[in-house]
C-alpha cells in the first residue's frame, strides 16, 4: 500500500538575498557554505543556501512495506509552479502539516533529499553546484541548466483526491 508522503522542506527563494551570501561578490575569502557547518551558519546564510530548484516541493509516494519513495511530479498545495516558490513561505508549516523545515538535524537524516539540494551537498562536505545563485550571481541560472522543476509540474495536489491518482505522475528518478 501506498501513501502520499512529504513534500517538504525549506527555505526562503522568495527573498532572493543573494548579498547574504556574497558568492558573486569578488573575494579573497572563502564563501561561508565552505567555511561554515550547516549549524553555524547565520539564518540569512541559511536561507539563501537553497537553490530554488523546488524538488522538495513535489509531493512523493512511499511504499509503506519497503521504505522505497517514489517522486512524482505533483506539486504542493502552496506550490506556485509558475514562479517556482512557495506562494506563502512564512506560514507554510501551519497551512501544510507535511512541510517539514529544513534544519542542519534532519538535512542529514531525510534520505530522499535530491542530489543536487545545496543543503544535502554542504552536509556532505561538497561545493555548490555553477548554476547555483549564491556561485552565479544569477537567480536564473537553476532554471536555465534544467536543475529546477519549473515547468516540469503535472498537477497540484488540490487536483487529486486520492492516493491513487498520483500514480499517473509518477516519475521514473529524482527529477
Ligand atoms: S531541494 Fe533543497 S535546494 Fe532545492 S528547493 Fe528544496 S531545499 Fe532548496
Ligand atoms: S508548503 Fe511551501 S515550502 Fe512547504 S512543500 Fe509546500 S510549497 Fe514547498
Request: proline share 5%.
Amino acid at each position: 500500500m501506498f501513501f502520499v508522503w512529504c513534500k517538504v522542506a525549506f527555505r526562503a527563494v522568495a527573498a532572493l538575498d543573494l548579498e547574504a551570501g556574497g558568492g558573486h561578490i569578488p573575494t579573497m575569502e572563502k564563501p561561508f557554505w565552505k567555511t561554515k557547518t550547516l549549524e553555524a551558519m547565520s539564518p540569512a546564510e541559511w536561507e539563501s543556501l537553497c537553490d530554488g530548484c523546488g524538488k522538495c516541493c513535489l509531493s512523493k509516494l512511499e511504499d509503506e512495506d519497503t521504505g522505497e519513495i517514489y517522486w512524482t511530479s505533483v506539486g504542493c498545495r502552496l506550490f506556485n509552479a509558475d514562479t517556482c516558490r512557495c506562494s506563502d513561505y512564512a506560514n507554510r508549516l501551519a497551512r501544510v502539516p507535511d512541510c517539514v523545515g529544513l534544519t542542519p538535524q534532519n538535512v542529514r537524516t531525510i534520505t530522499w533529499l535530491p542530489r543536487t539540494c545545496a543543503y544535502r551537498l554542504v552536509a556532505e562536505g561538497q561545493d555548490l553546484y555553477w548554476w547555483h545563485r549564491l556561485v552565479s550571481g544569477n537567480a536564473e541560472t537553476v532554471h536555465e541548466a534544467g536543475i529546477s522543476i519549473r515547468g516540469r509540474v503535472s498537477a497540484s495536489e488540490t487536483e487529486l483526491a486520492e492516493p491513487d491518482d498520483y500514480f499517473g505522475h509518477l516519475l521514473d528518478d529524482e527529477p
